[in-house]
């Protein structure tokens, strides 16, 4: 008995021990997490006004203020521009994605017309899809389906999954939008692609940040589809995939709508019945009144 009394206080000494190395470690971890998300923001927001002063001298330039420009430099021009926009939206994934780390995004909430704002996103995508031969499709159940959300980052939500359809679907491919309400609550928006599809092994990590399927074309950080989920699940909604290879993907997100929060109120004030379970009589008695 006193061995295994002993024993047991050396035990109990070491995972005392353990648990604060444990729990040292992981407070570490969260100033290494935190320290990173800092440095991402602050990185990003300094890039941009440089970023933003490039690309306004190269509008003038191309709208011919500083004077003519043989057809050369016009194509160097274009192309400086096109990456300076593709770096300036990098900026913004990386804004919002330390934004969503931080907990500091904030959704300006109101009830918003879907369709209206799927068709904006698609409009300001369509040039690209032309310039690749696609076919940019969009339909809706009805003209008149409200959703609870904020209008620029369901905007974001949508621009994000077309713009992957995109990039992904080869030249003379199509890419279909289907907005519809899914219940009397949810809305829901389904992007369909005739990509490549997407790998069964690939699929558990796409929402993942940074997680870039196999040796890809595509360029970019790869942050697109984790700031999809992180946005469409601060609406309250959620977002999966389904794809099989050679046989394109879709993408569905749902969204609440404003009936839904009238039915939250509405079962708050009906009367419900309730049973309660407990051996103690007192504690019964609290939990009833």
Excluded at 75 to 93: C, F, P, V
Excluded at 129 to 134: T, V
Excluded at 221 to 230: A, E, F, R
Excluded at 235 to 258: I, M
Aim: with cysteine; hydrophobic share 40%; aromatic share 4%.
């Amino acid at each position: 008995y006193g061995k295994i009394e002993a024993l047991s206080i050396g035990l109990e000494a070491m995972v005392r021990e353990r648990t604060a190395e444990l729990e040292q470690a992981v407070k570490k971890l969260k100033e290494m997490d935190e320290l990173k998300s800092l440095f991402l923001a602050h990185v990003s927001h300094e890039l941009r006004t440089p970023l933003t002063s490039i690309t306004g001298f190269i509008d003038n330039m191309l709208n011919g203020l500083t004077g003519p420009l043989t057809e050369r430099q016009g194509q160097y021009l274009t192309r400086i521009q096109s990456n300076g926009e593709r770096l300036a939206r990098m900026i913004a994934d990386l804004l919002d994605r330390a934004r969503i780390e931080a907990g500091k995004l904030e959704l300006a909430l109101a009830e918003i017309n879907l369709p209206v704002v799927v068709r904006e996103a698609i409009d300001q995508l369509r040039p690209i899809a032309l310039g690749k031969h696609q076919r940019l499709d969009a339909r809706t159940t009805s003209d008149d389906i409200k959703v609870w959300g904020d209008a620029d980052k369901i905007h974001q939500i949508v621009t994000n999954l077309v713009d992957n359809a995109i990039k992904y679907t080869p030249e003379g491919g199509t890419i279909s939008v289907h907005v519809q309400l899914e219940t009397a609550t949810r809305a829901r928006v389904s992007v369909r692609d005739t990509g490549p599809g997407i790998p069964t092994e690939a699929l558990p990590k796409l929402f993942n940040p940074f997680f870039r399927i196999g040796k890809t074309q595509v360029k970019g950080l790869g942050l697109g589809l984790s700031i999809v989920k992180d946005l469409v699940e601060l609406h309250g909604g959620d977002v999966s995939v389904t794809s099989e290879t050679n046989k394109g993907a879709e993408f569905h997100f749902t969204l609440p709508c404003p009936k839904w929060k009238e039915m939250r109120r509405w079962d708050v004030t009906q009367r419900k019945r309730v049973l309660v379970v407990d051996d103690d009589s007192d504690i019964r008695q609290l939990l009833v009144d």
